[in-house]
């Protein structure tokens, strides 16, 4: 609609244009009907086409001199032709009546030129409003992409933190992750990495604290490559969790300007909620070490130390293996609490456990079974075995020199003793683990009867 009313104002510029020339031709086509007819009425059939042509005129007065100048020469040849006077009223009466209307069309089409400016300017400003809506329209449906694009990508990051809060192993997250990342940004090769120190750019990302983007690793002159891996593009994002760097979650492709810096943007999305799930695989690990050990000696507490033993019961006695299970016991540990306090009690305590953790053999299970006693389960052990092993953690400890920690240029030492009840288990005897545990308990206070500082044993057969 715009461009045809601009079309119809340049014709209408290029009829102005010509207006001079049909003046000039109406006057010719005047001056010779005038010479052979010497008729009135030719003259004024004429001064009526000049009228209708001058209403065509744009430019009002710039045309209207020549208007007059034509019409005054008309008029004159008409007075100096015609023979009857009657007529010479009739030719000034007819052109008076010309003159008058052509000062009624002037003043007319003034009017109409100013409405017509009036019209085209209002036309311009809702042309203007016009443009101006299209672009917010555009903008707007723009904008409603770009929602519906997240809303999307939301959508995907809720599946996503399904399909990972139900993962707690760290090597099942990082294998999920891999797979999430590529099917959420489609393109290239993902890997979750564990911060190692051979790893230029975990590195480097561990040093800076920011994301990696490059876009053709051959030209990037802050890592040297030793060999080429074929990889080009190199995208990447750091991991982190309770403000300690785990490692990164990289893309790479062989082809140059691989990714994007949307690619990054929905990368650093999927960062932060792998963050949070390798997190809480961390703190799920922590509560679980936290429910099976000890505080203060690191080792498995009771209650997981009698799982392990039922089920260590129960594998041996479908495999017919052997298995011993042994209590320690400190001798007058009361005494030492009561002479030095319960912080040089708990010193000696982990004293031992640091010497029982060198002392027995890593397939051994060791646990504080309760105030000052420490049980280990030692797997495919017979009673023969299981008394050289426990006889000589017995003769370490007594030959051990304890310090007290008080903090003096001359620390106490102190020495002490243990007790020890052991019981075997051999050829798949069936026994519950209650009983098995019961019959240690048994031969520790045997031992304890026959003046502690001994190793005493309960062979189950």
């Known amino acids: 609609m715009i461009n045809q009313k601009l079309n119809k104002k340049n014709i209408l510029d290029i009829l102005s244009l010509t207006n001079p020339f049909i003046f000039i031709i109406t006057f010719l086509i005047a001056l010779?009907?005038?010479?052979?007819?010497?008729?009135?009425?030719?003259?004024?059939?004429?001064?009526?086409?000049?009228?209708?042509?001058y209403?065509?005129?744009?430019?009002?007065?710039?045309?209207?001199?020549?208007?007059?100048?034509?019409?005054?020469?008309?008029?004159?040849?008409?007075?100096?032709?015609?023979k009857q006077k009657y007529e010479v009223c009739i030719v000034i009466l007819g052109y008076a009546s010309i003159v008058c209307l052509?000062?009624?069309?002037?003043?007319?089409?003034?009017?109409?030129?100013?409405?017509?400016?009036?019209?085209?300017?209002?036309?311009?400003?809702?042309?203007?409003?016009?443009?101006?809506?299209?672009?917010?329209?555009?903008?707007?449906?723009k904008i409603i992409i770009d929602l519906t694009q997240r809303i999307k990508n939301f959508k995907k990051i809720g599946k996503i933190l399904q399909s990972l809060q139900v993962s707690f192993d760290e090597m099942e997250i990082i294998e999920k992750s891999e797979n999430i990342v590529y099917k959420f940004i489609g393109k290239g090769f993902w890997r979750l990495k564990e911060y190692r120190d051979d790893d230029i750019f975990a590195s480097y990302m561990k040093n800076t604290s920011l994301p990696l983007m490059i876009k053709d690793i051959t030209n990037d002159k802050r890592f040297l490559l030793k060999q080429n891996s074929g990889k080009v593009s190199?995208?990447?994002?750091?991991?982190?969790?309770?403000?300690?760097?785990?490692?990164?979650?990289?893309?790479?492709?062989s082809i140059k300007n691989f990714f994007s810096e949307r690619d990054?943007?929905?990368?650093?999305?999927?960062?932060?909620?792998?963050?949070?799930?390798?997190?809480?695989?961390?703190?799920?690990?922590?509560?679980?070490?936290?429910?099976?050990?000890?505080?203060?000696?690191?080792?498995?507490?009771?209650?997981?130390?009698?799982?392990?033993?039922?089920?260590?019961?129960?594998?041996?006695?479908?495999?017919?293996?052997?298995?011993?299970?042994?209590?320690?016991?400190?001798?007058?540990?009361?005494?030492?609490?009561?002479?030095?306090?319960?912080?040089?009690?708990?010193?000696?305590?982990?004293?031992?456990?640091?010497?029982?953790r060198t002392r027995l053999r890593e397939t051994d299970f060791i646990a504080r079974y309760g105030g000052e006693e420490f049980a280990f389960m030692m797997l495919r052990t017979n009673s023969r075995e299981a008394a050289k092993i426990l006889e000589y953690i017995r003769l370490k400890?007594?030959?051990?020199?304890?310090?007290?920690?008080f903090g003096s240029s001359y620390p106490i030492q102190i020495k002490i003793t243990v007790s020890i009840g052991f019981v075997s288990l051999i050829r798949g005897f069936p026994i519950s683990e209650e009983e098995f545990i019961k019959n240690a308990d048994k031969a520790l206070y045997k031992a304890k009867q026959l003046g502690r500082n001994r190793v005493e044993g309960f062979l189950c057969e």
């Open 32 to 53: 010779i009907v005038n010479v052979y007819l010497h008729s009135v009425i030719s003259f004024s059939l004429v001064a009526i086409l000049v009228t209708v042509f």
């Open 397 to 405: 400890i007594e030959k051990q020199r304890f310090f007290l920690p």
């Open 264 to 356: 990054l943007y929905q990368l650093s999305l999927l960062s932060g909620i792998v963050s949070a799930v390798l997190n809480n695989s961390y703190l799920y690990k922590k509560l679980q070490t936290l429910t099976i050990t000890d505080g203060l000696t690191g080792f498995y507490n009771q209650i997981y130390f009698k799982e392990m033993v039922k089920e260590e019961i129960d594998r041996s006695m479908s495999n017919k293996l052997s298995l011993s299970l042994g209590i320690l016991d400190v001798d007058f540990f009361k005494s030492i609490n009561d002479e030095y306090g319960h912080q040089a009690g708990d010193s000696i305590l982990l004293q031992i456990s640091s010497l029982l």
């Open 55 to 82: 209403y065509f005129l744009e430019n009002v007065y710039a045309y209207s001199s020549i208007l007059i100048v034509s019409t005054i020469i008309t008029f004159i040849l008409d007075i100096v032709l015609i």
């Open 234 to 253: 190199f995208i990447a994002v750091p991991i982190e969790f309770n403000g300690i760097f785990w490692g990164i979650l990289q893309g790479s492709s």
């Open 102 to 141: 052509c000062l009624i069309l002037e003043m007319y089409k003034i009017k109409y030129v100013s409405i017509r400016k009036c019209f085209f300017e209002r036309y311009n400003i809702i042309n203007k409003e016009i443009i101006l809506m299209d672009y917010e329209i555009l903008e707007n449906r």
